[in-house]
Nanobody, 129 residues
Framework: QVQLVESGGGLVQAGGSLRLSCAAS????????VGWFRQAPGKEREFVAA??????????YYADSVKGRFTISRDNAKNTVYLQMNSLKPEDTAVYYC????????????????????WGQGTQVTVSS
């Protein structure tokens, strides 16, 4: 079993930056695919970014809406995955969730909520205009 805890959310002005953290406990998840999703009020949970693992190195994936502004990374020594968010926009306002799975994840599978087994409780990000 893996427990995930997000942190780093808050209120920021448009154009600002935040770094979200997803800390795992219960099991080392350095080889697990990990994704970030977000959910705004009245909307479905949507994919933001994901990072996978392979012997040749990690692969990263981004939603078109955040590409070039957000960066996902992981620190295996700290059992933590990060989401650096720059040039934030009001439309980035949402509750952000991290998720992980023990299964091998394809480029398609990491973009769907059904591809993950473990979820954090979420952290609120609010971007003011």
């Amino acid at each position: 079993q893996v427990q995930l805890v997000e942190s780093g959310g808050g209120l920021v002005q448009a154009g600002g930056s935040l770094r979200l953290s997803c800390a795992a406990s219960g099991r080392t998840f350095s080889r697990y695919p990990v994704g970030w999703f977000r959910q705004a009020p009245g909307k479905e949970r949507e994919f933001v970014a994901a990072i996978t693992w392979s012997w040749t190195g990690a692969s990263t994936y981004y939603a078109d809406s955040v590409k070039g502004r957000f960066t996902i990374s992981r620190d295996n020594a700290k059992n933590t995955v990060y989401l650096q968010m720059n040039s934030l926009k009001p439309e980035d306002t949402a509750v952000y969730y991290c998720a992980a799975t023990q299964s091998t994840a394809s480029a398609t599978r990491v973009r769907g909520t059904s591809g993950y087994d473990y979820w954090g409780q979420g952290t609120q990000v609010t971007v003011s205009s």
